[in-house]
C-alpha cells in the first residue's frame, strides 16, 4: 500500500509570496494533519482535518490555512511568506475509528522542504 | 517551559551498546505516548506506541512510561549502524479540543558506529 503522499518535495519562494502544499493520505485513512518542522526542531502542530472539517488548530498565524477534500486529501496554504517560515513541512494521516476516544496512530509523510528567501 | 523535554545529544555510541533516550513532560493530560525515528530529509516514522503507563516491547526496542514522574523512555539493545537517526518523542492527551495534536520533543540525533 502507498503511504502518504505530499508534493512538491522541495520549494524556494520569496517573502510575500503564497505557497500551496498538498497531501494525499494513507488510502482509508479520513484524517490529516498538518506539522511545520524547523530545522534542530520537533515537529509543530499546524492543523487536523477529519471529514472535511477543523479539528484542531495549533499556535500558529491565520496566514497559514488549510481544507480538506471530498478525497480526504489536503492543502496546506501559507501567504505572505516570512523568512522563519522555512521548514520541512509534514503531511500526517490516520484512520479514526471512533473519532474523539483516543489519540490515532499518525503516519507521516516524507515533507515538503519549504525554503523563503 | 516546553511542555516536552528532551536531550538534543548527540548520542554517539559503538554497535551493540545499549540506548537510553529520555523524555520528560509538564501536562498532566498527556495520555498517549510515541516514539519517532527519522531518517535525514525523511518524515518521522512511527516505532512505539504506548498508552498510560507501564512498559511495551518490539524487538529490540523498549518503551517505558512512567505518568507518575511525567518521564518516557526508549530503549534500544544491540544497536545497529542503521539505528543512526533522530529519535522523536510525542504525547497526545484524550480527546477533548487537543484531540489529533502531538506534542513532539525536539529530537535527540544519535549515532551507531561500528
Known amino acids: 500500500d502507498a503511504g502518504v503522499t505530499q508534493s512538491p518535495t522541495h520549494l524556494i519562494k520569496t517573502r510575500g509570496q503564497q505557497v500551496t502544499l498538498r497531501c494525499s493520505p494513507i488510502s482509508g485513512h479520513k484524517s490529516v494533519s498538518w506539522y511545520q518542522q524547523v530545522l534542530g526542531q520537533g515537529p509543530q502542530f499546524i492543523f487536523q482535518?477529519?471529514?472535511?472539517?477543523?479539528?484542531g488548530r495549533g499556535n500558529f498565524p491565520d496566514r497559514f490555512s488549510a481544507r480538506q477534500f471530498p478525497n480526504y486529501s489536503s492543502e496546506l496554504n501559507v501567504n505572505a511568506l516570512l523568512l522563519g517560515d522555512s521548514a520541512l513541512y509534514l503531511c500526517a494521516s490516520s484512520l479514526i475509528l471512533i473519532p474523539g476516544a483516543g489519540a490515532d496512530t499518525q503516519y507521516f509523510g516524507p515533507g515538503t522542504r519549504l525554503t523563503v528567501l | 517551559q516546553k511542555e516536552v523535554e528532551q536531550d538534543p545529544g548527540p548520542l554517539s555510541v559503538p554497535e551493540g551498546a545499549i540506548v537510553s533516550l529520555n523524555c520528560t513532560y509538564s501536562n498532566s493530560a498527556f495520555q498517549y505516548f510515541m516514539w519517532y525515528r527519522q531518517y535525514s530529509r525523511k518524515g518521522p516514522e512511527l516505532l512505539m506506541y504506548?498508552?498510560?503507563?507501564g512498559n511495551k516491547e518490539d524487538g529490540r526496542f523498549t518503551a517505558q512510561v512512567d505518568k507518575s514522574s511525567k518521564y518516557i523512555s526508549l530503549f534500544i539493545r544491540d544497536s545497529q549502524p542503521s539505528d543512526s537517526a533522530t529519535y522523536l518523542c510525542a504525547m497526545s492527551e484524550a480527546g477533548g479540543t487537543s484531540y489529533g495534536k502531538l506534542t513532539f520533543g525536539q529530537g535527540t540525533i544519535l549515532t551507531v558506529h561500528p
Open positions: 482535518y477529519y471529514e472535511k472539517e477543523e479539528r
Open positions: 504506548t498508552y498510560s503507563s
